[in-house]
């Protein structure tokens, strides 16, 4: 099993920073090459696709709303992956979820490519 908790959530103003990162843990990371990502939804929204991560950090995905603003990273010796977000917007206001694959290497852009999710962390930015 596999629990992933993210943190680093809160209020921040449009045009600000803010970064989240997501703590894994529960299995032998280290034995397998897994891709991570993010995922968010806003509310009365579906939940999108924000950045996704490859095992080696090779492979690094955005969706174009948030291409050149945001910067996803990680650090497989830690089990820790961080998603560095700048220049936000009230559009970017959302809960933000940390995502698992261990079944494919590449980061996946569909909810539906992940194995574990964690709880989720908000992120609100005001106008």
């Known amino acids: 099993q596999v629990q992933l908790v993210e943190s680093g959530g809160g209020l921040v103003q449009a045009g600000g920073s803010l970064s989240v990162s997501c703590a894994a843990s529960?299995?032998?990371?280290?034995?397998?090459?897994?891709?991570m990502g993010w995922f968010r939804q806003a509310p009365g929204k579906e939940r999108e696709f924000v950045a996704g991560?490859?095992?080696?950090?090779?492979?690094?995905y955005y969706a174009d709303s948030v291409k050149g603003r945001f910067a996803i990273s990680r650090d497989n010796a830690k089990n820790t992956m961080t998603l560095q977000m700048s220049s936000l917007k009230p559009e970017d206001t959302a809960v933000y979820y940390c995502?698992?694959?261990?079944?494919?290497?590449?980061?996946?852009?569909?909810?539906?490519?992940?194995?574990?999710w964690g709880q989720g962390t908000q992120v609100t930015v005001s106008s």
């Open positions: 991560i490859s095992w080696s950090g090779a492979l690094r």
């Open positions: 529960g299995r032998t990371f280290s034995s397998y090459s897994y891709a």
């Open positions: 995502v698992a694959d261990f079944s494919h290497g590449s980061p996946s852009r569909t909810p539906d490519g992940y194995d574990y």
